[in-house]
């Protein structure tokens, strides 16, 4: 028997589950079907989506939901931003609300509290983006602050740098 009103909350977790568990996301790197790849400008992990993320997301998994119908072997890539200097600053109010100085307890004792702070607030965003139904390979979630990634990114500088296609300065 179906229920006299629409309970999103209970069909959309359900379902969403069930996509996901199945692999209805995840792409084949063996296929032979022709590739379509959208990366995620990854959101920072020190807050919540906004009507922005929400819009720009939403675009997103109907281009991806689109050519996963047409049979493209689709890959929407996940991921977070470790927003520096944002999230160094949450972390040292949290510090502070503890009565404890950052400087007193030394850069690796902070960072090791950057990425407790991470670890519990990090995943926020994620859920939202769940929540919004968005259908994104969450096998390959990266994190920009990710060892592999972290690597990559110096690599590219130091060669654009080589290239002088960029350069530093004192600003």
């Known amino acids: 028997m179906l229920d006299k009103f629409y309970n999103p909350k209970v069909l959309e977790e359900k379902f969403y589950k069930i996509w996901e568990e199945s692999g209805s996301f995840s792409a084949d790197l063996q296929s032979d079907s022709e590739p379509y790849t959208i990366m995620m400008p990854p959101p920072n992990v020190t807050g919540s989506l ?16 689109y050519h996963r119908m047409n049979n493209y072997e689709t890959l929407w890539q996940p991921g977070t931003d470790h927003a520096g200097i944002a999230t160094q600053a949450l972390v040292e109010k949290k510090l502070s609300a503890e009565k404890i100085d950052k400087n007193e ?12 702070w991470k670890e519990q607030y990090g995943d926020i965003i994620i859920n939202q983006l769940k929540k ?3 259908s994104c390979d969450w096998s390959r979630n990266a994190f920009t602050m990710d060892e592999n990634l972290s690597k990559s990114v110096i690599k590219v500088f130091v060669d654009l740098y080589n290239k002088d296609l960029i350069y530093k300065d004192k600003k």
């Not at 906004?50 to 939901?65: E, F, K, P, Y």
């Not at 307890?105 to 407790?116: L, N, S, T, Y």
């Open 50 to 65: 906004h009507m922005g993320h929400a819009l720009n997301n939403s675009i997103q998994d109907l281009l991806v939901r």
């Open 105 to 116: 307890i030394g850069r690796e004792k902070f960072i090791e509290k950057v990425w407790e």
């Open 132 to 134: 919004l139904g968005c």
